[in-house]
């Protein structure tokens, strides 16, 4: 499933705060643009998670958008309150800074948490994606066997119509009900490939993170 950004579910911003992402851009070429998006952003439990995308519900708390690299892209922010609209522009950018900065190091905290090595982070990739790339292979073979079965009843047709017989409805309806199915694995393929290079994106995040916070570490 491809990425895209929530940026319309979030309420229109005073035009000043296009600074604070312009803070986080970093240097990002301009090749960016067209890369994979993932956001990091609060869960409903208030964890720092990164995903390829984010709940509506949750977009307006604000969220950071990376390109595939960990480089971060733009910081949406969050909606801001009717007294922060009327705030001093200086402070309310601050104030986002900070909380952004809270954010990271939560995440950094998690993180730390969760793994004592870059080469735990890397095995429970490889497991993921893996667990990942069993679902495709099953869905692969559901294919296979569903355009032999297409195969098979396009040969019955084929010989009926040479035979100038007519071709039977329920024939007919079998032939466009194993196109559906077909068209319908294949687009879980499609899903579950995208799932495989978030979740591969998502553990590189946190092998690079950890690589920053925690220098030599293997």
Known sequence: ??????HRDVPALPRWLGVVALLYLLGAPASALAEDRFYKYDNAEGIPVIDDRVPPELAHKGYTVLNRAGRVVEVVPRTLTAAERKANPGAVQAMLRAEEAERQRRYD?????????????EDLQRRKVNEVQVRINLQKGSIAALKQQLESEHAKAADLELAEAPVPADLQKKIEELRASIAEEEARIARLEQDRSTVQARYQFDIERFRAIRPGSR
């Open 1 to 6: 499933m491809t990425s895209r950004p929530f």
């Open 109 to 121: 905290e998690a993180l730390l948490a969760r793994y004592s090595s870059v080469a735990d982070i």
